[in-house]
């Protein structure tokens, strides 16, 4: 594959002394100049029209979703009341006065009743060894009302068959098998008394197939959270198809962490909110400020409208971190009311006209390639690997084809002085645009559906850029000249330096990986986001790396390297971004900070380069010379 040799080449300028190589540095070889660059930056210009608009609605309407509902775990909270000698009314009040204005109430079980008084279990044993001769079956467990008609009305809730008997007198009912764990439905009196209080309620219902009609005596709440990891009736259609039509107008609550089997089914039809709930003991190991941090996090940045509170061991625990929470709520702006959520809407004229400028700029960006053919190919190939990670549907393709080729457009194009950074970037939020606009929709939106080939966003970009590297040559003589270059001790540890990092970076990215935090970074963290919104590491580091890079200070191949760290910095733009369930003015606020902080270090790190560099290459010489003279 051969191209015409240019009449003009940039080469990345060696600072003169010691690190200076002894021949010629690589060249990064100028861009491709290709009739169609101009039309296609149209397109792409054109493009960023719908793109913008798209952006606009979707603030909008993040904008109206800015309503939590601090939502309490009943059970527990009575639980706690208990154990300090309080009345459940009064620790909920005590709550209430420092921003709990839900509560979730959990689906009466059998065993409830008995708790409360209103029927009494005996197993058949204990039963057998009172009423001796009675004809007392050991096996079966035997149930009688204390409230008139209770015991007698259970048994047509179930499958389960069972038997009225009278022993000494009274009226029994024998099951079969404990009922003590069946769902018996909802407290209504309970439920009734907490909304009289104007209180947010979740209801959290069970599921047992011994039910005949499960669903239909919830009450009227606004939201459902279903226990365990599958919605009630997960495992048989007909059963699943009566909760979608019961649900009614309540919401499914989408539960942080925990997805569950055929939710997705009912969130088609009704839509969802999103709750956000830590395990007790892990929470009781983070303490209530760091607690509050995550829960303050959750509603600012990740749309959790719900805010499911658990209790913490004591209640002076408990009020720190509630009013803890309270303050960083506020400072969000986010309010605590109850959430009125509406489903996210997306128009597919405007999609399909974002959808013009990544599909553009991939073209352009093979076009621009040194070696236009193989830029082509490349670009070609991307989109078909972007398209079926996505299962060839146009828009969700489309974002990713926006994430991996904007970062690298930039770099591409021009990358010969520090003011192309600014190239670079202005490309990069662009994209951003695109990737909005395109991947933006109601289950992702949602976090239902996460962004496909989000890995790729980190690495794509890289390969882009390194191939645009290759010499405007055949790529035969290229490989001959690669197998025969001599390598260098100091070669191999700077690209073991370089690999080591890259690897570093891509495996802690997102919010969970296999990599820890040390303590110091947690806190930093932590103080960050409580004051304002942290920006991304890999951002502070990539974009100092590319302004280093573009400068030209340091020699031979040292800049190129530099400049390929920076492209990470650019590809993390738009990762930021392929997060959409993160508010799209937070992702903004995140990327600029990252940007003005990153400009600045990069200045300074040019700066210290030079300094650093200077002092290497004139240390000592006054000495020498005044050796000589003397």
Not at 13 to 38: E, F, N
Not at 322 to 339: E, I, M, Q, Y
Not at 459 to 465: Q, S
Request: with cysteine.
């Amino acid at each position: 594959m051969t191209e015409p040799t240019p009449t003009r080449t940039t080469v990345i300028r060696a600072a003169p002394g010691p690190l200076a190589p002894s021949s010629d540095p690589p060249p990064a070889p100028p861009p491709t100049r290709h009739p169609l660059t101009w039309p296609l930056l149209g397109v792409i210009l054109l493009s960023l029209i719908p793109a913008l608009i798209l952006a606009w609605n979707r603030v909008a309407y993040e904008q109206a979703q800015k309503t939590v509902a601090v939502v309490v775990d009943y059970p527990a909270l009575v639980g706690q009341a208990r154990r300090v000698g309080l009345e459940p009314q009064a620790l909920l009040d005590r709550y209430k006065a420092l921003g709990v204005n839900g509560v979730a109430v959990y689906e009466d079980v059998i065993g409830s009743l008995a708790q409360r008084g209103q029927i009494y279990v005996r197993p058949g044993a204990d039963l057998a060894v009172e009423n001796p001769g009675a004809g007392v079956n050991p096996q079966l467990i035997y149930m009688r009302s204390l409230v008139p008609g209770i015991a007698e009305a259970l048994p047509a809730r179930y499958t389960i068959p069972t038997r009225q008997v009278t022993i000494d007198g009274q009226r029994w009912v024998a099951w079969p098998t404990d009922p003590n764990f069946l769902p018996a439905g909802p407290n209504r009196q309970l439920v009734e008394n907490l909304k009289a209080q104007g209180l947010v309620l979740v209801y959290r219902p069970y599921d047992d197939e011994a039910v005949r009609q499960p669903g239909a005596d919830w009450p009227d709440v606004p939201f459902v959270a279903f226990t365990g990891d599958e919605v009630i009736g997960a495992r048989v259609p007909e059963r699943l198809e009566q909760i979608n039509r019961r649900m009614g107008d309540r919401l499914p609550a989408l539960i942080e962490g925990n997805p569950q089997r055929e939710l997705d089914t009912l969130v088609e039809t009704h839509g969802a909110a999103r709750m956000f709930a830590m395990n007790p003991s892990w929470q009781n190991r983070l303490g209530p400020e760091e607690v509050a941090s995550k829960y303050a996090l959750a509603a600012r940045e990740r749309t959790q409208r719900l805010l499911y509170v658990r209790p913490f061991p004591t209640v002076y625990e408990t009020e720190a971190f509630l009013s803890r929470t309270r303050d960083l709520l506020a400072r969000s702006g986010v309010k605590v009311g109850a959430p009125v959520v509406q489903p996210f809407q997306t128009n597919d004229t405007l999609r399909w006209l974002s959808l013009l400028g990544p599909l553009a700029a991939l073209v352009l960006l093979g076009l621009s390639y040194p070696l236009p053919r193989l830029g082509l190919i490349v670009a070609a190939l991307a989109g078909l690997g972007a398209l079926g990670l996505n299962g060839l549907r146009p828009f969700e393709g489309g974002a990713l084809i926006a994430a991996i080729t904007f970062p690298a457009l930039g770099l591409v194009l021009r990358r010969s002085r520090v003011t192309d950074w600014f190239l670079a970037t202005g490309l990069s939020l662009a994209g951003v645009l695109f990737v909005s606009g395109l991947g933006a929709n109601r289950d992702s939106v949602l976090g239902l559906e996460p962004f496909r080939g989000v890995g790729l966003t980190l690495v794509a970009p890289l390969a882009l850029v390194a191939l645009s590297f290759l010499p405007r040559q055949d790529l035969r003589k290229t490989a001959r000249d690669l197998y025969s270059a001599p390598v260098k001790l100091g070669d191999i540890a700077v690209m073991a330096l370089g690999l080591g990092v890259f690897a570093l970076v891509f495996l802690r990215r997102g919010n969970a990986t296999g990599l820890g935090v040390s303590s110091t970074e947690a806190q930093l963290r932590q103080d960050l986001q409580d004051t304002i919104i942290r920006p991304r590491f890999k951002e502070l580091a990539g974009h100092p790396l590319a302004l280093v890079g573009l400068s030209g200070v340091l020699p031979g191949y040292f800049s190129l390297l530099l400049i390929l760290g920076g492209v990470v910095g650019q590809a993390s733009i738009l990762n930021t971004f392929s997060h959409f369930h993160t508010p799209l003015l937070i992702s903004a606020t995140r990327c600029f900070i990252g940007l003005g902080v990153g400009l600045i270090l990069g200045l300074i790190a040019i700066w210290a380069v030079r300094a650093g560099l200077r002092l290497w290459t004139t240390y000592g010489s006054r000495r020498r010379v005044a050796e000589v003279r003397a």
